[in-house]
């Protein structure tokens, strides 16, 4: 089994309609994270949580929402997709080696909004 | 603000002909810059995190260096396996990666 899963990898959905993307972790990491990845513009962070009790926007959270149900489980919510939207979005987690969070990075939600 | 910019965005080469890829990075207080290899529909993967000016890592044919305004991946005698987008970033004091746009590598047989 991966170490990171998301669900669904790919869902077609229509604006207006409320999405949610899963993403559970068997790495035992604290942090984790939302990144949404467009092409030419690499990855942009969505939101971040460095323990259960602790939620922050990252750059682009306008339109997103997230919610940390256990260490191992991080769901990112859009309330009304719009085309915009569409991408692929990953899910990460990181541990703290000598000050540094090295991420591993799950499969992907590949999203497209019509 | 922490920015990093890679060049070029897209690089093609017959096998084994060696060649470097660049990223770019401005950062306040750089706790770590991170090197990551992303195959297509696939997340990144981890290849390498250098910590201080002047630090090398490697990894069979790939070489990662560091200053303090840029780094280095360097390939030599690439294989077509070695064909993917390879991403750069950077962590500063914000505990947050940036990430530049990627370099998308292909290797011809």
């Known amino acids: 089994d991966a170490d990171v899963t998301q669900t669904p990898r790919n869902r077609i959905t229509k604006t207006g309609k409320r999405i949610m993307l899963e993403c559970s972790q068997t790495k035992g990491h604290d942090r984790m994270y939302w990144y949404r990845q467009d092409p030419g513009l690499g990855l942009q962070l969505i939101y971040y949580?460095?323990?259960?009790?602790?939620?922050n926007k990252g750059e682009i959270s306008d339109g997103y929402s997230v919610s940390r149900q256990a260490q191992a489980k991080f769901s990112l919510s859009l309330e009304s997709a719009i085309p915009n939207q569409t991408a692929l979005y990953f899910c990460a987690t990181s541990d703290f080696r000598g000050g540094a969070n090295v991420l591993t990075f799950g499969a992907g939600s590949r999203l497209t909004v019509l | 603000e922490d920015q990093v910019t890679q060049s070029p965005e897209a690089l093609r080469l017959q096998e084994g002909e060696s060649s470097s890829l660049n990223c770019s990075y401005t950062?306040?207080?750089?706790?770590?810059l991170f090197w990551y290899r992303q195959d297509p529909g696939k997340g990144p993967e981890f290849l390498f995190t250098?910590?201080?000016a002047g630090e090398e890592k490697e990894k069979e044919r790939l070489k990662a260096t560091l200053t303090k305004k840029e780094s280095f991946l360097h390939i030599t005698a690439p294989k077509p396996e070695d064909s993917a987008t390879y991403l750069c970033a950077v962590q500063g004091g914000a505990q947050k990666l940036v990430f530049g746009q990627g370099t998308r590598l292909t290797i011809n047989p």
């Open positions: 950062v306040s207080g750089l706790r770590g």
């Open positions: 250098l910590y201080s």
């Open positions: 949580s460095f323990d259960v009790k602790d939620i």
